[in-house]
């Protein structure tokens, strides 16, 4: 888990945001969380699961 966090701001349909917080409380989780799982599937898809390594000394 990742020890810091940042802010991410995105603008949405309304009717999807809708939609979407549906689907999230379905699977009884929230919208932040699912958005996190995408960026890290996303990530370790482009990156390899690994992508972490090299760069921990950047901030």
């Given at each position: 888990m990742e020890n810091?966090?940042?802010?991410?701001?995105?603008l949405i349909d309304p009717e999807k945001k809708v939609a979407f917080e549906e689907l999230c409380k379905q699977e009884?989780?929230?919208?932040?969380?699912?958005?996190?799982?995408?960026?890290?599937?996303?990530?370790?898809?482009?990156?390899?699961?690994?992508?972490?390594?090299?760069r921990k000394d950047r901030s």
């Open positions: 810091r966090t940042a802010r991410l701001t995105l009884d989780v929230t919208p932040s969380q699912k958005v996190r799982q995408f960026i890290r599937e996303y990530v370790e898809e482009r990156l390899g699961p690994d992508w972490r390594e090299g």
